[in-house]
C-alpha cells in the first residue's frame, strides 16, 4: 500500500514513454519513408534510410511492446482493488493486442528485405519487388488496426474501473469510455469498410485527450492514497 503513489507514477512514465516511440514509429518514420501511391519511391526510401527504418521502425515498435507487457500489470495493480476479474480482463485484453503487434512486426523484415532486393530475391524485376514490399507496409497497417481492435476491450474496461474506483476523478473513466467508442468505431471501420481510410478529426481527439489525461494525472497527482488502500482493504 504505501508504494502505491510510485507505482502510479511508474505507470504515467511508462505511458509517456509509449507515447514518444508512438510518435516515431507510427508519424515520423512513415512520414519520412512512405511516399502514398508510390511504391518505387517508398523503397528507395528504405534502402536510403535503411537505419532509420530498422531503429525507428523496428526499434521503436519492440520498446513500446516491452513497455506494453509492463504496463498491463502495472494497470492491473492500481486497478484490481476495484474488481479483480474485471482489471484481469483489462490486462489481457491490453497484452493481446501487444502479442498481435509483435507478430505483425515480421512484416517490416519482410519489407527490408524485398526493397533490398538481394540474394535470391535478384530473379524478380525491381517493380515486382517494390510492389510486393508494398503489400507488406499494408500489411502491417492493417496488423497495428487488428491490435487496436483488440485494446477496445481494455478502454472500455479501464473506463468503467477508474470511474467507480474512488481514487481516481471519474471524469477520467469517462473519457476513457468515449474513447473505447472512438477505437471500436475507428478499428472496425478500417478493417471492414474499403472505403474508410481516415481516422475523423472528432474520433482523434477523443482519443488523444483520454490517453494524455490519464499519463499526465497519474505523473502529477497519482493516486487517492486513502482511496485506494479503503478500495484495498475492502477486496483483501
Request: net charge neutral; charged share 10%.
Amino acid at each position: 500500500m504505501k508504494n502505491v503513489q510510485k507505482t502510479a507514477r511508474f505507470a504515467g512514465v511508462l505511458y509517456m514513454l509509449i507515447t514518444i516511440f508512438a510518435i516515431i514509429a507510427h508519424m515520423y518514420m512513415p512520414s519520412t519513408i512512405i511516399v502514398d501511391g508510390d511504391a518505387a519511391a517508398t523503397a528507395q526510401n528504405i534502402v536510403n534510410n535503411a537505419t532509420l527504418f530498422r531503429v525507428g521502425g523496428v526499434g521503436s515498435e519492440l520498446i513500446i511492446l516491452l513497455t506494453e507487457i509492463i504496463l498491463s500489470i502495472v494497470l492491473y495493480v492500481l486497478l484490481k482493488p476495484v474488481d479483480k476479474t474485471l482489471s484481469l480482463l483489462a490486462a489481457v485484453s491490453r497484452l493481446a493486442m501487444t502479442t498481435i503487434h509483435g507478430l505483425n512486426l515480421i512484416n517490416y523484415f519482410f519489407v527490408i528485405a524485398f526493397a533490398g532486393g538481394t540474394g535470391s530475391l535478384t530473379a524478380f524485376s525491381i517493380e515486382q519487388l517494390n510492389a510486393v514490399a508494398k503489400v507488406f507496409l499494408d500489411a502491417h497497417s492493417i496488423g497495428i488496426t487488428i491490435g487496436i481492435a483488440f485494446l477496445v476491450l481494455h478502454v472500455f474496461i479501464l473506463g468503467y474501473l477508474i470511474f467507480k474506483s474512488g481514487y481516481f476523478p471519474k471524469v477520467l473513466g469517462i473519457l476513457f469510455i468515449a474513447a473505447g467508442f472512438g477505437y471500436l468505431f475507428d478499428s472496425f471501420a478500417l478493417l471492414l469498410s474499403p472505403s474508410y481510410t481516415t481516422t475523423p478529426g472528432i474520433i482523434a481527439m477523443v482519443i488523444s485527450i483520454s490517453e494524455i489525461a490519464f499519463p499526465l494525472w497519474l505523473l502529477i497527482k497519482g493516486v487517492n492514497k486513502e482511496g485506494w488502500e479503503k478500495r484495498a482493504l475492502e477486496s483483501a
